[in-house]
């Protein structure tokens, strides 16, 4: 089956303790992303990567690091977490952002992340 | 930078009418326009894509495209209390794929 999993789904941790989430596709896509999503604000893009060892930033990426050393894989990072973090998280895999009809993105069940 | 506005809602219609959701953004160079569901709690899924003015159907769901006036609707016909969700509109092209907007949260009343 087609699908973008994330773990872990819940998450309760402290300020300051470094944790990981991880984030994998089996759809073979080029580009995945990691937004965040709050109340009132939508969903904000964090990080995004076009494809293996290339990322980049995206609209609030403080406090976030990224890696993508293989093409399934798109761990998000919190080195140092903090209560502003507090969110829930998406993980999104698309074909290759650019072109109208492959800009779909597919997206992972989320994690909700609470940080105390 | 690219914005996308919607209306946050609640957009309330009884069961069996049309239930019309807007969108607007600014971005003039935009080729690809979203409409995604949300349930509460969970992720976001693709309802249709739209790329070209005008009209695109597709079941219930009715995207609308309009780039002089850079909006987007999204018309449900016959409403069932199962699409009652929120609504996001989101424009796409280029490296960062995807801008949404906050959403729209439609309730279909039996």
């Known amino acids: 089956e087609a699908q973008v999993t994330q773990n872990p789904r819940y998450l309760i941790t402290v300020t300051g303790k470094k944790l990981t989430v991880t984030c994998s596709q089996n759809?073979?896509?080029?580009?995945m992303s990691w937004y965040r999503q709050d109340p009132g604000l939508g969903l904000r893009q964090i990080y995004y990567?076009?494809?293996?060892?290339?990322?980049d930033k995206g609209d609030v990426p403080e406090g976030y690091k990224v890696s993508r050393k293989e093409k399934r894989n798109f761990p998000l990072i919190l080195e140092s977490p903090s209560p502003n973090q507090t969110s829930l998280y998406f993980c999104?895999?698309?074909?290759?952002?650019?072109?109208?009809?492959?800009?779909?993105?597919?997206f992972g069940p989320g994690t909700r992340l609470t940080v105390l | 930078q690219k914005e996308v506005e919607q209306n946050s809602g609640p957009l309330s219609v009884p069961e069996g009418a049309i239930a019309s959701l807007n969108c607007t953004y600014s971005d003039r160079g935009s080729q690809s326009f979203f409409w995604y569901r949300q349930y509460s709690g969970k992720s976001p899924e693709l309802i249709m894509f739209i790329y070209s003015n005008g009209d695109k159907e597709d079941g219930r769901f009715t995207a609308q495209l309009n780039k002089a006036s850079q909006y987007v609707s999204l018309l449900i016909r016959d409403s069932q209390p199962s699409d009652s969700a929120t609504y996001l509109c989101a424009q796409g092209g280029g490296r960062r794929a995807l801008t949404f907007g906050s959403g729209t949260r439609l309730q279909v009343q039996p």
């Open positions: 990567s076009m494809n293996v060892e290339v990322t």
């Open positions: 759809m073979n896509h080029e580009y």
């Open positions: 999104a895999s698309s074909p290759s952002p650019g072109q109208a009809s492959t800009d779909t993105q597919y």
